[in-house]
């Protein structure tokens, strides 16, 4: 969405309320991307307030968006709500020349009496969603011999396969303890 801001900047207002929904078309067949797997049933809900106080402004947002993700350990379907909410200081593209490179990102920027903030809204909220998500804190996941989702009850496997790799370390473990005996 693109903010019509000329009023504000020139003083005729001194807040302008933000309200709106927003269609996050975002790829998440990407294994790579933060958003994986991840479904949205919902638009974002995007609300905020730019305000002007004697040529200082700045934007406050809020953004929620309901989602439906894998739990991380046990693959169940876990629903749930992400919310963020930012602050920026509000600056015309004239004093983009002025910023150093490490200070732009505090700034959002008005170009020709417009601020278009859904691109930089997705992009934050790429960012900032969880990449772990968890049915529980204490999700036992899945077996990793059967599959059985462990937070359902124990299955009967036994676990007492050993790494290939550690063969080594666990005969020298075999052997201490056949001396101590």
């Not at 439906?68 to 693959?75: E, F, G, S």
């Not at 020349?97 to 997705?122: A, N």
Request: glycine share 4%; hydrophobic share 35%.
């Amino acid at each position: 969405m693109k903010l019509d801001l000329r009023a504000l900047i020139a003083s005729d207002i001194s807040e302008l309320p933000i309200s709106y929904e927003l269609s996050p078309e975002l790829d998440t067949s990407d294994p790579r991307s933060s958003l994986y797997n991840v479904r949205f049933p919902t638009k974002m809900t995007v609300s905020g307030l730019v305000t002007n106080n004697a040529g200082y402004m700045r934007l406050t947002l809020s953004l929620s968006i309901d989602y439906v993700a894998q739990c991380a350990r046990c693959l169940c379907d876990v629903e749930g709500r992400f919310e963020y909410s930012l602050e920026k200081t509000v600056a015309l593209s004239s004093v983009l020349s002025t910023l150093d490179e490490d200070k732009r990102d505090e700034y959002v920027i008005v170009e020709d009496g417009f601020l278009d903030i859904d691109e930089q809204l997705l992009e934050l909220f790429e960012l900032e969603f969880p990449t772990k998500i968890l049915c529980k804190e204490d999700c036992k996941g899945l077996c990793p011999k059967c599959g059985m989702d462990k937070n359902q009850g124990d299955c009967n496997c036994e676990m007492r396969e050993i790494d290939p790799r550690l063969l080594p370390l666990q005969k020298l473990l075999d052997e201490m303890k056949n001396s101590k005996e």
